[in-house]
């Protein structure tokens, strides 16, 4: 977009291009309970998107918010004819909460933390996508998902190969007596 200066204006108040400014109904005076705090939904927007797909054909999302700043929503048509894709947004459709670039292979930021709900055996749905995109096994997961559920678990998505020819067997690599740090036997 060749924008000088882009920046948030949390870090520079004074920028000529804020594509994240600070929420108007914020204080930056008083800092308790003027944040956008706590479980909030994000509809999705744009139907096939990878952030749908990933979340089971999700029509939304229940995720956590802990923050003051957001896109900008005077930038937002800038950003889109740049190829970026709103979507995910708020009841009102004014605030952005997922942006995908569909070009690339997985490009996927959320307004909120998916982390916050992801736990070892049921990690977020953005997390378990970027392993299988990092890995080579998106379009799979992407071409499982169930429409019928509202939200993928880690239960019904079949598993994946760790590696394209099957599980590394090195005993050099592992713990003691041939157990593995996931403790499934396979080593990762």
């Keep these: 977009m060749k924008l000088r200066g882009a920046n948030s204006t949390e870090f520079d108040p004074a920028t000529t291009s804020p594509c994240v400014i600070f929420m108007p109904e914020g204080s930056k005076t008083q800092m308790g309970a003027t944040m956008r705090l706590g479980s909030r939904r994000t509809y999705f927007h744009v139907s096939g998107c990878k952030?749908?797909?990933?979340?089971?054909?999700?029509?939304?999302?229940?995720?956590?918010?802990?923050?003051?700043?957001?896109?900008?929503?005077?930038?937002?048509?800038?950003?889109?004819?740049?190829?970026?894709?709103?979507?995910?947004?708020?009841?009102?459709?004014?605030?952005?909460?997922?942006?995908?670039?569909?070009s690339h292979k997985f490009f996927i930021g959320a307004q909120f933390h998916p982390e916050f709900k992801s736990r070892p055996g049921k990690p977020s749905p953005l997390f378990l996508g970027l392993i299988a995109a990092a890995s080579g096994q998106l379009e799979p997961l992407l071409q499982r998902s169930n429409p019928t559920t509202k939200a993928c678990s880690i239960s019904k998505v079949p598993k994946l190969k760790l590696y394209p020819t099957g599980p590394v067997n090195n005993p050099l690599n592992s713990l003691v007596n041939g157990y593995y740090p996931n403790g499934t036997g396979i080593h990762t």
């Design 51 to 102: 952030s749908a797909k990933l979340y089971g054909n999700a029509s939304s999302v229940d995720e956590r918010h802990r923050h003051r700043y957001e896109v900008n929503p005077d930038m937002v048509p800038d950003f889109e004819k740049a190829g970026l894709q709103f979507v995910g947004k708020d009841e009102s459709g004014k605030r952005m909460g997922i942006v995908e670039l569909p």
